[in-house]
């Protein structure tokens, strides 16, 4: 059941939907912007901003609302310009964006605020500072109207993709382009998760993708055939993904694998909007209405039911109450741990011929598509199943484990798990009475072995114990004094004692040892780490996952000694090579710091002011890593200051040779949209036209850094010459 608490109605198409502290906002294609309150759902404040202006379509994405700061941003039919508007105390535009050439048809706040985003028919995604909607960067061009942009939760990637059906990943926090995409299909909506190295995507044509980041290719790809998706949010700590479509069936999609988990029919078609707060779930629709659903609806019922392993209660209640409910990690972990043992009771049965029974049995767990067809898959197989458990009660153990050879699938079954038991007990039981007589008690254990020296899997340790019984016992010794080193040598040099329980358990204990080293790392005590990684290096079966382990930590260590002495240069350099770094409280500090420094300088650059700018980035300055994130910001601060000395303008300098001053800028930066749009607005385009080169979008490589590019009386640029940095 789908837990609708409560509707809301809006005029038009719901292109907009979120809360703050007290409110509902919305706005539809008619760019009407209401307030609901929170608590009565009654409507509080409403604005039409514009009655002449034609309506955005009903599926438009031209519309943005804040996470937490009560603004909305948008953009208009036709128009190159949008506008912020804020809803509180009243609503009212705060802001205007005018650096698109072209239509806004995309817009986008990061999850904390900080940046908004839009991008536009010309193909351009730019980036505001979310502080005063002043230009931050643009992002290289894609090659048609911008259909999807998402940001990452750490507000340090942002994806766009195009009607163009190519895609691109860009590095805010390096203004650095991390991957081209290639898609067969229109990307409507997208999100980023699993600490930002995987990107789910969903298409117009009904495709659900996986991404991944770091290796730069889709890694799955799923149909849902016939269906136009257009929005998609991530549930249940991303366990899972919600898509919505121009249909009326909301689909519930597991990240694991990319696989359809569940669909609830809806009472309208075509979701425009989706957002997830405070585990409610605001649904728009195209008609206007915006359903509000629970999503922990029942929550506390299905716990308790739980608690009781009553699974068909559990089934009942997700029918009946709550379809979300299946998505609760309590729910996924009780059925993965209770499968097993269903499963093998349903086989057992399904081999009895009791099929009622066994359809009963795993009842509980047909929700889940991949239970469902490995339950349908022993129903095909009852033949084999029965064979098996024939051969095991007449004790034809030979038959039985041939059976398991041809089909794999019988060792999940109960009575494996005690013939496997019965092999168990009889080696342990032959091998104590060799050890007490070798001689004496030979026959006794000749007799246990004998139903399993035909066993081709079984032959040869049964025959190996018999004649070498010695170097069990020896195995045994080093085992039980906890001599691991010992053992696993031993181990090596005689494969058959492999084979044995006591092996198993000794891997148990070197699983559980790199487990002590996992929780040294993870509480920063990486000499303790080191040390252990020393003890599981000797342990052979561990020492390739241990020298690996140990040499992450070094990495570690490093990485923590040059961020203690500023090695600046050294450590955003590991921080770009290691992706296992960004986890340490250093990495955090290392960035947070250079932001810190970041906005200080955008505020300098934001008015013209290109030496404060640098000054304020100096330690930065002449580190690789970040050349073209202080390139970007320079280039704001040059472009500002060209605006402050337009022709004309109070307070400019006078004897700008202009011509001169947009080929510093086109050496450096090309002639992008921005110095053209500049030109055009102060009255120099023809300056601008009769410079004859296009220039290098990244000539700012090889040129000097220069406090301005203005070029007053025909003087050459001076070199950036370093001073204090300047605080606010």
């Not at 340090?156 to 067969?184: H, P, Q, W, Y």
């Not at 629970?294 to 209640?317: H, I, Q, R, T, V």
């Amino acid at each position: 059941m789908f837990p609708v608490k409560s509707s809301l109605k809006l005029v038009g198409s719901v292109l907009g939907v979120a809360t703050d502290k007290d409110s509902i906002i919305c706005m539809d294609n008619f760019y009407n912007i209401s307030t609901f309150s929170k608590e009565n759902k009654v409507i509080d404040k409403v604005l039409q901003l514009s009655k002449e202006v034609e309506p955005l379509h009903h599926f438009s994405k031209a519309v943005a609302i804040s996470y937490t700061t009560s603004k909305i941003a948008m953009g208009f039919v036709k128009a190159t310009k949008g506008v912020v508007v804020t809803t509180t105390p009243e609503i009212a535009p705060i802001a205007q964006l005018t650096w698109q050439k072209l239509a806004i048809s995309k817009a986008a706040f990061s999850h904390e605020d900080d940046y908004l985003a839009t991008g536009g028919e010309d193909g351009r995604v730019l980036l505001y500072s979310a502080d005063n909607y002043q230009l931050v960067l643009s992002m290289p061009p894609l090659p048609d109207y911008i259909s999807s942009i998402a940001f990452s939760q750490d507000e340090r990637l942002v994806f766009a993709g195009c009607f163009g059906k190519s895609a691109m990943i860009f590095d805010v926090v390096k203004n650095d382009l991390v991957a081209t995409i290639k898609t067969e299909s229109l990307i409507e909506d997208a999100f980023f998760y699993a600490d930002n190295t995987r990107l789910f995507c969903v298409t117009k044509e009904g495709q659900t993708l996986i991404y991944d980041v770091l290796e730069q290719k889709f890694i799955k790809e799923n149909l849902l055939k016939g269906a136009w998706l257009t929005r998609c949010r991530p549930i249940a700590g991303e366990e899972f993904a919600l898509v919505g479509a121009k249909d009326k069936q909301l689909r519930i999609i597991d990240l694991s694998d990319n696989t359809l988990s569940d669909s609830i029919a809806l009472e309208h078609s075509g979701i425009t909007t989706m957002r997830v707060e405070d585990n409610l779930l605001y649904l728009g629709f195209s008609d206007g209405t915006i359903d509000i659903a629970d999503l922990n609806e029942a929550k506390e019922e299905m716990l308790e039911l739980l608690n009781n392993n009553d699974l068909k209660g559990a089934l009942g209640l997700i029918q009946s109450k709550n379809i979300f409910l299946q998505t609760l990690k309590e729910y996924r972990t009780k059925l993965e741990t209770l499968w097993k043992e269903m499963l093998a009771k349903a086989i057992d049965l399904l081999a009895k011929d009791q099929l009622q029974e066994a359809t009963a049995v795993v009842e509980p767990f047909m929700l889940d598509q991949r239970k469902r067809e490995e339950f349908d898959y022993y129903w095909q197989q009852k033949e084999a199943v029965a064979k098996f458990m024939d051969a095991i009660e007449a004790k034809n153990y030979m038959e039985a484990y041939k059976l398991v050879e041809q089909n794999a699938y019988l060792k999940e079954t109960v009575a494996y798990a005690k013939l496997e038991e019965t092999w168990e007990k009889s080696f342990e039981v032959s091998k104590r009475l060799l050890f007490q007589d070798p001689q004496g008690n030979l026959v006794k254990a000749q007799d246990l072995l004998r139903p399993f020296v035909t066993v081709k899997s079984k032959k040869d340790v049964a025959m190996t114990l018999l004649r070498n019984s010695d170097k069990f016992v020896q195995a045994d010794k080093e085992y039980k004094a906890k001599n691991f080193v010992e053992y696993f040598k031993l181990c090596d040099r005689l494969p058959f004692l492999k084979e044995t329980l006591i092996y198993r358990s000794a891997m148990l204990i070197g699983d559980q040892i790199a487990q002590r080293v996992n929780a040294c790392e993870n509480q920063n005590d990486y000499t303790k780490a080191l040390e252990i990684c020393k003890l599981l290096a000797s342990m052979s079966p561990f020492k390739t996952l241990a020298d690996e382990k140990a040499k992450t930590i070094q990495i570690k260590l490093d990485f923590a000694q040059a961020c203690k002495e500023r090695k600046l240069a050294d450590a955003f350099k590991m921080a770009e090579t290691y992706f296992e770094l960004r986890s340490m409280p250093e990495y955090k500090k290392l960035y947070d710091d250079f932001k810190r420094y970041e906005k200080i300088a955008f505020g300098f650059a934001a008015t013209g002011n290109g030496k404060a700018t640098l000054d304020n980035l100096k330690d930065y300055l002449y580190i690789e890593y970040w050349r073209d994130k202080i390139a970007a910001i320079l280039k704001i601060a040059y472009l500002s200051e060209f605006m402050l000395n337009a022709p004309g303008k109070e307070g400019a300098q006078p004897d700008i040779c202009w011509k001169e001053t947009f080929q510093y800028y086109i050496e450096r930066y090309g002639k992008d949209e921005e110095i053209k749009k500049l030109a055009n607005e102060i009255g120099l385009q023809d300056v601008l036209d009769s410079i004859p080169f296009d220039g290098n979008p990244k000539g700012y490589l090889t040129t000097i850094v220069a406090d301005s590019l203005l070029c007053i009386d025909n003087q050459p640029l001076h070199q950036h010459e370093e001073n204090d940095r300047e605080e606010q």
